[in-house]
């Protein structure tokens, strides 16, 4: 079970907070499906919250999204 102390309840946490943001309003405003929410959610969560994602299109548009992480 995670917690809020948790690296990944965090990432969650702050992609539902993202797709809140950027996601859904995009939906609302231009009409953009699954996908393209997808992909705005993942780079405004690497922009805005600091997540080293690797946010090239040919990922994301695949339904990828890598989260490099730090060794340690």
Not at 4 to 25: A, H, L, V
Request: hydrophobic share 40%; glycine share 10%; aromatic share 18%.
């Amino acid at each position: 079970m995670t917690g809020s102390n948790e690296m990944i309840y965090n990432f969650f946490e702050d992609w539902k907070r993202s797709y809140e943001q950027i996601g859904k309003s995009m939906k609302a405003v231009y009409g953009i499906g699954i996908r393209q929410q997808f992909i705005v959610t993942a780079k405004y969560l690497a922009e805005e919250y600091g997540y080293n994602i690797i946010t090239d299109k040919k990922y994301l548009k695949n339904g990828f999204l890598i989260w490099l992480l730090k060794p340690g």
